[in-house]
Every structure is written in C-alpha cells, then in structure tokens.
C-alpha cells in the first residue's frame, strides 16, 4: 500500500522561508502528477502548485505565484514546496496530492482545483504558520 508522508511544516516570520517535503512510498513516483494543497479551518481547499512527472510543467495558484516554487526529485521520491516571501495568510495545513499520470503532463489550473477524492493519494498534511 503506498503513501505520501509531508514534512517540513512549523512557524515562519512573515518574509521567511520554509521549505516543505513529500516523501513516498510504495509507489512509482515517476508516474505520478505532485501537488500541493492547502486548507485552514472553516476555508475551502485551495491548490497551491502542481508539477509534471517530468518536472516539465509546474503549475501555480495566482495566490503563490512569484512567492512559492515547486520542484521534485524522481531519484528520492520526493516533491518540494519552498515557500519564500512568506505572508500570514499562507497560514494553513499544507497536503501533498498524487495522480497515477502515467508520463503524461496533466499539471494545470484545473488540476489544482480538484478535490481530495481525485487523488490516488494524500498526505496526512504539515501545519505552516506565518507570524506578522
């Protein structure tokens, strides 16, 4: 049974750095479409970025664009989000979605608005918060 494990999450002053992790396992990484959402209590999920199997094609919500950078390293099974110029409003709990893809580059604005139960898999998630 796979799975995707985030890691990386904790407290940034506003301006900061963080750099997210998605790590996983039981599954051929390269095959997949890796994205990252993002979901405070009592707001609705918002796709944050996604990128191709190939790291051919990334994709960025308006709200992140500039701000946020998604990468992914096929060698360690795992997809980043480093998070730059942080703001207190990208305060949330941060998941990491997969899509079985097969090699064939779905990233785009309609990926980053699908919802939890398009995904073949979903991280548990990692809290960010943004201090003013």
């Known amino acids: 049974q796979g799975q995707v494990a985030e890691t990386g999450g904790g407290l940034v002053q506003a301006g900061g750095v963080l750099k997210l992790s998605c790590t996983a396992s039981?599954?051929?990484?390269?095959?997949?479409?890796m994205g990252w959402f993002r979901q405070a209590p009592g707001k609705s999920l918002e796709g944050v970025a996604c990128?191709?199997?190939?790291?051919?094609?990334?994709t960025y919500a308006r709200s992140v664009k500039g701000r946020f950078s998604i990468s992914r390293d096929n060698a360690k099974d795992t997809v980043y989000l480093h998070l730059m110029s942080s703001e207190p409003e990208d305060t949330d709990m941060y998941y990491c979605?997969?899509?079985?893809?097969?090699?064939?580059?779905?990233?785009?604005?309609?990926?980053?608005?699908?919802?939890?139960?398009?995904?073949?898999?979903w991280g548990h998630g990692t809290q960010v918060t943004v201090s003013a």
């Open positions: 990128i191709s199997w190939s790291s051919g094609r990334t």
């Open positions: 039981g599954l051929t990484f390269g095959d997949y479409t």
């Open positions: 979605a997969a899509e079985l893809s097969h090699q064939v580059d779905t990233c785009s604005m309609s990926w980053l608005h699908r919802q939890r139960g398009d995904f073949e898999y």
